[in-house]
C-alpha cells in the first residue's frame, strides 16, 4: 500500500488557495501554448487568495506565486522563475504540462 501524496504545506494552510491552485490550471491548460505568465498569476492572487496581516499574508502577489512555486515543486507544472530587485524569487511564467504532450504529439504528427 502506498502513502497518499501530501499536500502542500502552504496549500494546505490558506483559505482559497486550492480554488486558486486549481484556476491557475485551468487558465494555463485552456491557453493555446498553455503557459500563464506573471500579470495573470497576480490578477488570480487577487481574486482568490485574501490579505491577512494576523497570519504574515500582506501581498497576494508575493503568496500567489509562492503558490505556484509550490505547485512547480509538486509536479504539478513547470515554472520559469525570475528574482526581484529585492531577491525575492517570483514566477515570470507557468508552462502546464499538457502542453508537453501537445508538442510531443505534433511533433509525431509531422
Do not use: C, K, Y
Not at 482559497?16 to 488570480?44: K, Y
Not at 522563475?81 to 504540462?97: F, I
Amino acid at each position: 500500500m502506498t502513502d497518499a501524496p501530501s499536500r502542500p504545506p502552504l496549500l494546505a494552510s490558506l483559505p482559497f488557495a486550492a480554488d486558486f491552485v486549481l484556476d491557475v490550471l485551468q487558465t494555463a491548460s485552456d491557453r493555446p501554448d498553455g503557459s500563464l505568465a506573471w500579470p495573470e498569476i497576480n490578477r488570480l492572487a487577487a481574486r482568490w487568495l485574501r490579505l491577512d496581516a494576523e497570519a504574515g499574508v500582506v501581498n497576494t502577489s508575493q503568496l500567489g506565486h509562492a503558490l505556484v512555486l509550490e505547485m512547480a515543486d509538486h509536479g504539478l507544472l513547470e515554472a520559469e522563475t525570475t528574482t526581484t530587485r529585492d531577491g525575492t524569487l517570483m514566477v515570470e511564467r507557468v508552462l502546464h504540462p499538457l502542453i508537453f504532450g501537445l508538442d510531443f504529439g505534433r511533433s509525431l504528427a509531422a
